[in-house]
T-cell receptor, first 110, second 116 residues
Framework: RKEVEQDPGPFNVPEGATVAFNCTYS??????FFWYRQDCRKEPKLLMS???SGNEDGRFTAQLNRASQYISLLIRDSKLSDSATYLC???????????FGTGTRLQVFP | DTEVTQTPKHLVMGMTNKKSLKCEQH?????MYWYKQKAKKPPELMFV???????INESVPSRFSPECPNSSLLNLHLHALQPEDSALYLC???????????????FGPGTRLLVL
């Protein structure tokens, strides 16, 4: 079983749609959680950290469920510019190593 | 400013060449990382430097040799590479290494390497 699992997609959604991505992780000792966004042939960029209480940044909402070892990202009112690959990333407490999911591809169409 | 810079942007080299990739950050970060990324795959960690000392080597072949001359610079020396080493090489940095729950890593734009 992979340490971090994501549905690879692609998710093809129209502009204005709401889309949700899920991610599960296998190591219950994981302590830090992130969503990164990566455009084609570019570097990953931090979208948001994920906190236990859940957090929101504009149209983006992230949730963490430690009991189920599950992280989610909700994008509301999708824009064409949201088209990218979304990487779920997990980090343990006493390690420098980030564990990446394989990414979920989002394509927003007009 | 969360900028990590990398040079060169693109590199083509033969299997007998020696080249170096460079990475720089001026955010005062004390941890720096090298990743390798193949197309349609997530980044794979290669090396971690913490306070200018190598703390993680993910069993990377010796034809890749990292160096951290100071807290702002990270190099990756390449020698006798194979065509399968062609990939995007990403550098990242973070404020400090493990011990805190939110050690966000910031990535540079990468060097796209082609080995012929």
């Amino acid at each position: 079983r992979k340490e971090v699992e994501q549905d690879p997609g692609p998710f093809n959604v129209p502009e204005g749609a709401t889309v949700a991505f899920n991610c599960t992780y296998s190591n219950s000792a994981s302590q830090s959680f992130f969503w990164y966004r990566q455009d084609c042939r570019k570097e990953p960029k931090l979208l948001m950290s994920v906190y236990s209480s859940g957090n929101e940044d504009g149209r983006f909402t992230a949730q963490l469920n430690r009991a189920s070892q599950y992280i989610s990202l909700l994008i509301r009112d999708s824009k064409l510019s949201d088209s990218a690959t979304y990487l779920c990333v997990v980090k343990g407490w006493d390690t420098d190593k980030l564990i990446f999911g394989t990414g979920t591809r989002l394509q927003v169409f007009p | 400013d969360t900028e990590v810079t990398q040079t060169p942007k693109h590199l083509v080299m033969g299997m007998t060449n020696k080249k170096s990739l460079k990475c720089e950050q001026h955010m005062g970060h004390r941890a720096m990382y090298w990743y390798k990324q193949k197309a349609k795959k997530p980044p794979e960690l290669m090396f971690v430097y913490s306070y200018e000392k190598l703390s993680i080597n993910e069993s990377v072949p010796s034809r890749f040799s990292p160096e951290c001359p100071n807290s702002s610079l990270l190099n990756l020396h390449l020698h006798a590479l194979q065509p399968e080493d062609s990939a995007l090489y990403l550098c990242a940095s973070s404020q400090k290494t493990s011990g805190g729950p939110q050690e966000t890593q910031y990535f540079g734009p990468g060097t796209r390497l082609l080995v012929l």
